[in-house]
């Protein structure tokens, strides 16, 4: 395969840490194999670590043994991927730090530079002034930036601020992992590129929706972070939000990166406000308690090593949410995320108005409903009613598969290979712009505030569990349930 790709040079700053070694190159490497990557591409590493090219090279290869499968990795594609990585140890406080960082750069003067920023959001306003002090930022430049972009509606205003005074709008990717999945992508297909799903896409058809973010680990050693953000900041912000977006936006022109991202900040502006004692009616927090995954205990949240005994951080979400428009007026959006659920299960689901009658006696006809699943598994199923098979009408409950066919294909592309793909040809569509990064902080704001205000704390619910029994109860007061993500 010939890559259409321009030449680059892809910094990875925060090379040493979790997502870098984890997913970033990982995702290259496999883009490499797959001959997306041109020959002349390089791929330089940056971070605190004084290591040497050698050094680095050996901790790429510990990473690879534990996150890319022996059979992927021949010798000889590793090798070629090796071929392009280099490395240089930076302070992000240090401008004097990056002149091995520039010299490297200067070798290759007009090729696109994509600046990756794997690193806390407090550190790409330094890092940015420094690559603008060195002469590093060129018309050829774009910057990632990795969510959370800030903690609030203020700090992220003054990262965008900052970030801005050094690189263009248009050279700023904000990105969002959960917008590269192939579930999500395949979602505006099926919207926007069949006559039936459009159609039926509006108040008078659906009964509710779903998006549903579950993780069954605990905080894995990032309570550093964590116990300063929580769930609502974390996830609520970020990723559920911009599932809503896509799931609710009204058909763009175009793909046109602006064109899309013009229709999701509609999306954001639509949202009705969740504010004072409202939030105590549609929102409900929950912080896991001790229990037990596997068979396995597992600490209470206020156990975790780093996290304050007093701790009101809350590890679960769950709200109701409408969208003040004609498309969607008065259809609930329910929205939940957490830590130590009973599974890990990240799905949409739409579900359709039930029949107004039915004219098959006493058989139950269950709703259809489009799931979206991105994790663990990625699928789109539509659930119909059809005829089981034998005398009489006996109804059952249909399932197709709305995949494309994988049997054959040793790797399916995850999001980071697409978005890193993405960032390097410019293309901005699946990124998150500045307005509707502050937009979604802005509609978040006033939950975090009631909370403050209130200084209750949140439920409590036991590991393994679905979240606090408000939870159900939210859905429960509409007579209805949240999908178990059964298979």
Known sequence: MSSSLPDFD??????????????????LYYRCRDG????????????????????????????????????????????????????TPIDAFDCGSYRGLADRLAEHPDRVRVFYLSTGSKLFAPICNCLRELGLITPQSRVVLEKPVGNSLEGAHEINRQVLECFSEDQVFRIDHYLGKEPVQNLMVLRFGNTMFE????????????????????????AGF????????????????????IIAMEPPPSTDPDVVRDEKLKVLRSLRPITGSD????????????????????????????VADDSNTETFV???????????????????????LARRMSEIVIQFRHVPFSIFGRSELNANRLIIRL?????????????????????????LHLDEDQRGVD????????????????????????????????????????WEEDGGQPGRYVASTWGPTAAAALLARDNREWDAGAD
């Not at 791929?43 to 534990?66: C, N, P, V, Y």
């Not at 896409?201 to 990032?222: F, K, M, P």
């Not at 964590?226 to 809503?244: E, K, P």
């Open 10 to 27: 892809i910094v990875i700053v925060g090379a040493t840490g979790d997502l870098a070694l984890r997913k970033l190159y990982k995702a």
């Open 36 to 87: 997306q990557l041109p020959a002349a591409g390089r791929i330089i590493g940056a971070s605190r670590a004084e290591l040497d090219r050698d050094g680095f090279i050996a901790m790429l290869e510990e990473s690879a043994a534990q996150y890319i499968p022996d059979e992927h990795r021949g010798a000889e594609d590793w090798q070629r991927f090796l071929s392009r990585i280099d490395y």
């Open 199 to 222: 159609s039926l896409w509006h108040q008078s058809y659906i009964d509710h929706i779903q998006v549903t973010v579950a993780e069954n680990l605990g905080v894995e050693g990032r």
């Open 226 to 245: 964590y116990d300063h953000t929580g769930a609502l900041r974390d996830m609520i912000q970020s990723h559920l939000l911009q599932l809503l977006c």
């Open 279 to 306: 939030v105590d009616r549609f929102v409900v927090r929950g912080q896991y308690q001790a229990g037990a995954v596997d068979g396995k205990p597992v600490p209470s949240y206020r156990d975790e090593p780093g």
């Open 318 to 340: 769950a709200l109701k949410t409408y969208i003040d428009n004609w498309r969607w007026a008065e259809i609930p959006f329910y929205l939940r995320t957490g830590k130590r």
């Open 375 to 399: 994790q663990p598994n990625e699928e789109i199923r539509l659930q119909l009613s059809g005829k089981r098979i034998g005398t009489g009408m006996r109804v059952r409950d249909l399932q």
């Open 411 to 450: 790797h399916v592309p995850d999001a980071y290979e697409r978005l890193l793909i993405d960032a390097i040809d410019g293309r901005a569509t699946l990124f998150v712009r500045r307005d509707e990064l502050e937009a979604a902080w802005r509609w978040v704001e006033p939950i975090t505030a009631r």
